[in-house]
């Protein structure tokens, strides 16, 4: 086991292609000053960008008793720096780690929200909704402040674990004025949806924040959205990707229709004292 930066180039050596789009956050966590990596060059990546950040853990396979007791003992020692730690993983492969884990720290664990990884290789356009995406301009401040704190407020998770308050929200909104990485949805002189580019690396664009105004939900104004954002990263040779809640079948039907294609699967849990 070695322990390691976010400067080492682990992902592109041990990762295939579809384990890259899984594991995307990889790529953010390995920019953080304080990113944690731990590896056995072959078989397991555990990633962390802080203390307080989810750790994100890649198993090739259901691990051996000597992997297992090392990835345990990793694990074991984020707890020491946060007992409320979420983790992500696949769960057939974690979750005999989770109960060791679980059953030496006397933590419990609970499933936060099984996701599903999707990419998109080749945009589709299937219906016409009327409007057009547009830029975020100092107009849209109030709205897309309303937007994020609403998003947060109604979602069961946020993948970074972003808390929100008037102060972060009006500072979102100023930061995406004229931003190239947060689009917006308007029809009719209304804006209705909201959708960011989280994180860009030179193969890859993660999409989130994806969110439309309740009443004019079921539209397909999100949909439509995400596809034209996905249009310009595959001229840009990016491949877009994004997580979507394994227990929202409408979402997963909109990107579905869009072009996404499910590339596998991953649960976040979270530990806390109580038992689940």
């Not at 322990?3 to 990762?15: P, Q, W």
């Not at 840009?236 to 997580?243: G, Q, T």
């Amino acid at each position: 086991m070695r322990i390691i930066d976010g400067t080492e180039e682990i992902l592109e050596k041990i990762l295939d292609k579809k384990d890259r789009i899984i594991y995307n956050l990889f790529y953010l966590i390995r920019e953080g000053d304080s990113a944690f990596f731990a590896t056995d060059d072959s078989t397991y990546i555990i990633g962390q960008g802080n203390e307080s950040a989810p750790l994100w853990m890649w198993l090739k396979q259901i691990p051996d008793e000597n992997v297992e007791n090392e990835i345990c003992d990793i694990i074991k020692s984020r707890l020491v720096l946060n007992q409320y730690l979420q983790l992500n993983a696949y769960d057939k492969y974690a979750r005999k780690i989770l109960d060791r884990v679980s059953k030496k720290t006397g933590l419990g664990y609970c499933v936060s929200v099984p996701m599903i990884a999707y990419a998109c290789n080749q945009a589709i356009s299937r219906y016409k909704i009327s409007g057009q995406i547009v830029t975020p301009k100092e107009e849209h401040k109030e709205i897309m402040a309303r937007f994020i704190t609403e998003f947060i407020t109604e979602i069961t998770y946020d993948t970074e674990k972003t808390a929100i308050n008037e102060s972060k929200a009006n500072g979102f909104a100023n930061a995406m004025v004229n931003s190239n990485n947060l689009f917006l949805w308007e029809d009719d002189g209304k804006i209705v949806s909201m959708a960011r580019i989280a994180h860009k690396t030179g193969e890859y664009a993660r999409i989130n924040t994806v969110f439309t105004e309740r009443e004019q939900r079921g539209k397909g104004y999100a949909g439509m959205l995400v596809g034209k954002m996905s249009e310009k990263l595959l001229e840009e040779n990016r491949i877009p990707m994004l997580y979507a809640d394994a227990r929202n079948p409408a979402s997963n039907a909109a990107y579905q229709k869009i072009g996404f294609v499910k590339y596998g699967e991953v649960t976040e849990y979270v530990f806390s004292e109580n038992r689940c």
